[in-house]
């Protein structure tokens, strides 16, 4: 597709719940991220696909969190037994490998609030 | 953790040039400066990236001092669609997505009519 595509905008859930963010990249783009920004604050780095590597994931908060990237293309973040701290806006973005210019291509969120 | 330090907050009156600082004393000769902004609810956008020249593209001008521990970028002539947070970054250049991207707290710009 053109852009990054993130569903859905918008997940309310009850605590303990597991919820599933997913994420389709732009077509080609050998890099996926994963972040997350609660009310007010900046993007966190949650974690990071690259080809067929091990994926970086360093910045899970949690073993809550788990995530997949699926042939290389679409990513899922799961996340377990929801609590309100996990509230927040889930970004993806995705790149091509190598070059100058980074090309992170973000999408636009997905929104989940946890009551 | 991010490398650059920048304002909390600043704001601009409509019309006139936005300056941003940034403040990345511990740069090394391989890294790039990246600047991207979030407007509300939507993902970070890319707007402009240096070595050590000054560069110009149809959103901003990036200035980077001749030491390139400092730099600014200038909005020539904001407007209310500019209102958001700027991200200044550093990261060695040539690597594309083939590293994670860090961001910093970043500079809420607001324009005022």
């Known amino acids: 597709g053109a852009g990054v595509s993130q569903s859905p905008s918008n997940k309310v859930t009850e605590k303990g719940k597991d919820v599933e963010l997913r994420c389709d990249p732009i077509?080609?783009?050998?890099?996926l991220y994963w972040y997350r920004q609660s009310l007010g604050q900046g993007l966190e780095f949650l974690i990071y696909?690259?080809?067929?590597?091990?994926?970086?994931k360093s910045g899970l908060p949690s073993d809550r969190f788990s995530a997949e990237r699926t042939g290389g293309s679409v990513s899922t973040l799961t996340i377990q037994r929801t609590q309100q701290e996990d509230s927040a806006v889930y970004l993806c973005?995705?790149?091509?490998?190598?070059?100058?210019?980074?090309?992170?291509?973000f999408g636009s969120g997905t929104r989940l609030t946890v009551v | 953790d991010a490398k650059t330090t920048q304002p909390p907050s600043m704001d601009c009156a409509e019309g006139r040039a936005a300056n941003l600082p940034c403040n990345h004393s511990?740069?090394?000769?391989?890294?790039?400066v990246y600047w991207y902004r979030q407007i509300h609810s939507q993902g970070p956008q890319y707007i402009i990236h240096?070595?050590?020249n000054n560069e110009t593209n149809e959103m901003a001008s990036l200035i980077i001092t001749e030491d390139r521990k400092s730099s600014t970028l200038i909005l020539p002539h904001a407007t209310l669609r500019d209102t958001a947070v700027y991200y200044c970054?550093?990261?060695?250049?040539?690597?594309?997505?083939?590293?994670?991207?860090?961001f910093g707290k970043g500079t809420k710009l607001t324009v005022n009519p």
């Open positions: 973005a995705s790149a091509e490998q190598f070059g100058l210019h980074p090309g992170y291509t």
């Open positions: 077509s080609g783009h050998t890099a």
């Open positions: 696909f690259q080809g067929n590597s091990a994926p970086d």
């Open positions: 511990t740069i090394s000769g391989n890294e790039y």
């Open positions: 240096g070595l050590k």
């Open positions: 970054i550093v990261r060695v250049g040539g690597k594309g997505g083939s590293e994670k991207l860090v």
